[in-house]
């Protein structure tokens, strides 16, 4: 049990932590609204988000196409070679538009969702499971994934993992749909341990080879799109792995892995440093992981605990981690009260800034904290900043054009960049009268919303400065400020 | 400050200014360590370092996902090699050779001709003890020198910055990429990312914003907090890249100031300073390209980093990895034929790694996984040239667990470039003495 703070402690700041933290953050009345229902009605409202009914629709394509694809192939195989480069063509236009579609789809859904929690924690696993379109080429399968986390976000560890492997983009992307069983394929008997489960030096390379020797039999079936164990493939053999020996199969391995005390470690060790943004001493990991076995490795009671712990509410652990860019750009246009940019825009920023959904850079994922801030980066958001509050198009060169699957394409989707519209932030909506037109009332205002602390007193007095000659402030002086303050080292972090 | 200090640019005047009058302990570690340099480095200027201006400069070159090193420099002669692979083996007429029992991946005609004309050196069969398969932990191994046991939360390159370029431009260290490696991880952190020189600037409407955002920049830091109940919490971040001031916001402050200052720059030299070669269109032939244009224009940089991914080659490997050798060969090729236009081809030097080689059997899929030892190339008109060291063995009785063995530890190679290219002692930045092999 971890040990949570009095519930007299509870305040707007701390709700504002929560907001950030358990979700992407959000206006200040969204934050006073938090702070009205005090600690335990506040992570409950977050965690427990199945009774919020959620509206969204999937997209339309969003169910199994083997049939489409067959038929492309049998198509393509009769055709002339123009034709057939016709043809081709045109399936990667479908390709391309549905993964727009796909992307714009799930950013909606963390901007306007009515569950930040889940949709939080879906990026996670995400990020966990991180699984790329450029070798999947499927959105269908993308998507499909995406659900898996949803549908399972706040559910039971071993079961989570469990289906995980067994999800067709992950049979395809770490190459377990093909392994046989004279040359078992090891990839994804290794990412599991390393990186799924139990992390590096908690197993040996024969733990490894026995695993993929039992996981062999794992496939898809490609027609309709789903999960197969084929016999054929199967080495029945007797296999020791971690420990134990049998005749394993695919399952049995899963849960020997995850049965292990070290994959609670593991994962709570992840899911701590993701919303704490630190990594866990190693005697708080022993207390997070006992935390989540007590729960029977179900997340959902040990997220209520996490965010209500203290330690969750340490000085050290507050407006301390660098927002990552879907943060940044989800939790901006929340705070903003504006629109997310249409969402070739919003993806070209994301993947300029380093984060491009469905497509993480390996099965690592993105090594997140400080390793978002580059030179180049922090430049790019600050001129990000620019864009979502004056609409100015965000300078764009053919290089993040590069050709590449799952990529946007070539010079032709560049100029379809340079036609995007983008809005601004409406300054009547966030601030006052009173606001907009005293200066000594708008700083403090604007802090609130973008920081839900104060700057420096350095920072203000450059901000009084910019501000001071400009006699009567203007929607654009407003605009200029605003995205000054998001210019920042402070704005970085939440 | 008794010394009297000359302060020769501009970063350097920048850097003084904010540190004011006095090192009050508000002043993140960071900052005060580089104005101890700067002064060691005014009052003795003889200890000044070579800068990338007008000393060496060593062209870091990742290939990432594990490049199969036996089907790179071919044993096309060797039965064991076409006994292990049925389906990817090249035969002799299939690679560029280089004596009669190897040969290059027939992709690789650009580094045929520059091995042909005495500038590429094929180090054969590179390696550590006790070789890990896992790309992460191997990729951590070569960016930190470390040994397999043993966990280096800073890279080789960081701890040369550390120790050789104290006080140092940002710029002397440039990766181009979104990522900062973990090669360049150090106690006090220095390089500069960036993808594209035309977005690396502040936009702004006007200068009155400018001028506003730089002071929001430069002047503020954070004030040190007090570390009570802080959650049990030791680090920021599972990678290991350690935090200098303590806060995340201390670290983005100094990413600011480096952004701010070498920016201007960058985009000169990228604006006038022009290619003379043609490059392949591919990211790592943009990315030569840029450091072609940079070299050119005389960024003070000592180390440039670049990669191309896709080594990764679990399946269908033969035209991957045809497609990978070939954008290496000629991006690199290219690179060279710019820098001999430019007259800077004797002071680069490219060395190029991978995390680890590649099983010596093939799978079923057309592919091999992951394996232990494979060869370096290091490119430039000093190098030792030719094959060097012995092609490992691929009788199966000498391979361990299906992977050759290594002959070359990484780290000799790395003390030869650090001693013989970059002039600086190799023991303190690799943590002990590894003999340096005589790569110039």
Redesign the interface.
Known sequence: MLKPISSTDWDYAKAAHLLNRAGFGGPPAEIQALADLGLDGAVARLVDYEKIPDPTLNPDWAKPNGEEMRQFREAVKTATPEEKKKLQREEQQVFQRRMLELRGWWLQRMARGPRPLQEKLVLFWHGHFATSVEKVRNPYFMWRQNELFRRLATGAWPQLLLEAGKDPAMLIWLDQGQSKKDHPNENFAREVMELFALGEGHYTEKDITEAARALTGWSLEPLEQKFIFRPRLHDDGNKTCLGRTGNFNGDDVIQIIVGQPQAARFITAKLWNYFAGQVPSEAWNETLAASLRAHGNQFKPFLHELFRSEEFYAPAVRRNQVKSPVQWLVGSVRMLENELPPTLASWGMLRQLGQDLFAPPNVKGWDGGITWITTNTLLTRYNDAQSLVEGTLPPLSANDFAKKPGGPGGEKAMKAMQRVRLGKVNVEKILTPDQREDKGLLIPALEQRLFQTSLTSGQEQTLREFLNPKTKLSEADIQTAIRLMMSTPDYQVA | MKNEITLQTRREFLRRTVLGSALSWTVPAFLADTFSALQAQAADSSTQVDTGKDGTILVVLQMAGGNDGINTVVPFANDHYHRARPTLGLTADKVLHLNGEVGLHGAMKGFKELYDAGQLSVIQGVGYPNP??????STEIWQTASDTDRVEKYGWLGRYFDNACAGAD?TVGV?IG???PQAFFAAKPKG?????P??????A??S??EE??K???E??M?EP???????????????G?P?TGG???D???R??L??QH??DEVRSIAARVKNQAVYP???LG?ALKLVAQLIGGGLPTRIYYVSQGGYDT??NQLGSQQRLLGDLAESVKSFTDDLKAQGNMSRVLVMTFSEFGRRVAE???GGT??GAAAPMFIIGNQVKAGLLGQYPSLAPADLF?GDVKYNVDFRNVYAGVLEHWLKTKSAPVLGRAFTPLPVV
């Open positions: 890990n398969r896992s790309h992460f932990r940002p990766t979104s990522q900062l500069i990312v960036f993808n594209n035309q977005n690396y600037r502040f936009v409407n006007g009155a914003t506003s955002y002071k929001l920049n002047l503020e954070s907090q007090p570390d009570e109940n802080s959650g049990g919490s030791i680090a920021m971040l599972p990678a890249m935090m806060r995340a916001v670290f983005i402050t990413t600011a480096d952004a070498s920016s269109g591919s990211q943009n679990h399946t799978n079923a899929n996984d992951h667990q």
